[in-house]
């Protein structure tokens, strides 16, 4: 190839890259503490660009249909927030000019309700509730200004959700594209106690490196989650798919046939997976039917075979290999030690003589696991259940 006609391929190629990064918007996902790089490999199959996996979430830049998709698509975000700006912030004035700095009207109107959600440490702000007091002020204040008119506040049911940031005297302004939390995906309208988080059962799955091709098995399956999540990730049905509503969908230039179009293609990327086997079995019938009632408005009933068993009796089918996977009793989240360190102890016992060749994933905030247990994890991975410090133990029986 000739110089002239390298320079200009590599001139059209600039061009092409400048266009498709003038509409990239800044981005965060938020996730459970040791969940950030499973996150950015689901944002990286998205097409995010610019992946950066940090503490308890991951930065990343993409379009508007990127956020549309994120919202629907990712597993194990709990939140995906839309950046708007970023100021040195040390005094409530400087928080108060910092919010009046962004033109609202870009976002909202003052028929929007709005919600701001604060996250403040180690700074001289240390009021949460009076940091997302002085941003509501500073918004309603420009739209009185503006328009004659302010937006109402709604604590419950906001058009319009902002998170603020404050960390060393740093701040961040965002736009809650979520709304509710991710990790309600919408089908658990019954639930058992001490229930695992959807979007880190998610993440725990994929931590433990199951595929479609092994028996899943929670023989103390609760109200049915990791069974679920199992079963969803397996035919690819994205778990936003079951959600009712997303933030974005308030915004002024929220694009409703845009997201429609998205939407409909991620449910056509659905999977039928023929050999599937997930299994989720419990003592209690009670849990069962919350089970049941749960992957059914999940649309992973059909998939799924719940029943009722003792973990005493449970033995896999001749032949079969696969993942024995357990959230078994903390103490610290039920609130009682006692007896918990049978359960563990019985754990290792049949895990280990009914199920040579199968793996066994314990997912645990019992600092005492591994003591009672006796066996030795091929991976231990840290993690959080909401507060509490947990660990994922990876056996291979």
Not at 348 to 377: C, D, I, Q
């Amino acid at each position: 190839m000739s110089c002239a006609g390298s320079y200009y391929l590599d001139f059209f190629y600039t061009i092409f890259t400048h266009l498709m990064t003038i509409n990239q918007i800044k981005l965060f996902a938020t996730c459970a503490k040791g969940l950030e790089d499973i996150l950015a490999t689901e944002l990286l199959a998205l097409g995010g660009s610019e992946i950066k996996a940090g503490e308890g979430g991951v930065s990343f830049k993409g379009d508007l249909a990127l956020v549309y998709k994120a919202n629907i698509c990712l597993r194990t975000a709990v939140r995906v927030l839309f950046f708007l700006a970023e100021a040195p912030v040390d005094s409530d004035e400087a928080l108060y000019e910092f919010a009046s700095s962004i033109d609202w009207s870009n976002y909202m109107t003052p028929d929007h309700t709005l919600m701001v959600d604060s996250n403040v440490r180690d700074s001289n702000l240390t009021h949460s509730q009076f940091t997302s007091q002085k941003i509501k002020d500073a918004i309603c204040d420009q739209f009185v200004e503006k328009d004659g008119r302010r937006p109402s506040v709604d604590k419950e049911n906001p058009l319009v959700k902002i998170n603020f940031h404050l960390s060393n005297n740093h701040g961040v302004i965002s736009l809650d594209s979520s709304g509710d939390s991710l990790h309600k995906r919408g089908y658990r309208p019954k639930q058992w106690k001490a229930p695992l988080n959807e979007a880190l059962a998610a993440g725990l799955i994929q931590l433990a490196g199951w595929n479609s091709s092994l028996t899943f098995w929670d023989p103390m399956c609760g109200s049915g989650t990791l069974p679920i999540e199992a079963a969803t990730l397996a035919t690819a049905r994205a778990p936003g798919l079951t959600r009712k509503k997303f933030g974005f969908q308030g915004w002024v230039d929220f694009e409703q046939s845009l997201f429609i179009d998205i939407r409909n293609q991620i449910r056509n990327q659905v999977q039928i997976i023929p050999d599937l086997k997930v299994i989720g079995s419990d003592l209690r019938g009670d849990s069962l039917r919350a089970c049941k009632d749960n992957a059914g408005a999940a649309g992973v009933g059909h998939l799924i075979d719940f029943h009722k068993e003792d973990f005493e009796k449970i033995k896999p089918v001749a032949g079969s290999t696969g993942i024995l996977f357990l959230n078994p009793p903390y103490g610290i989240r039920l609130d009682q030690e006692e007896g918990v360190a049978d359960v563990y102890r019985l754990i290792a016992s049949v895990a280990k003589s009914r199920f040579p060749g199968w793996k066994l994933a314990v997912m645990t905030g019992y600092v005492h696991a591994l003591n009672e247990m006796k066996l030795t994890p091929q991976k231990t991975i840290r993690l959080f259940n909401g507060a509490i410090p947990c660990k994922l133990y990876l056996f291979d029986l």
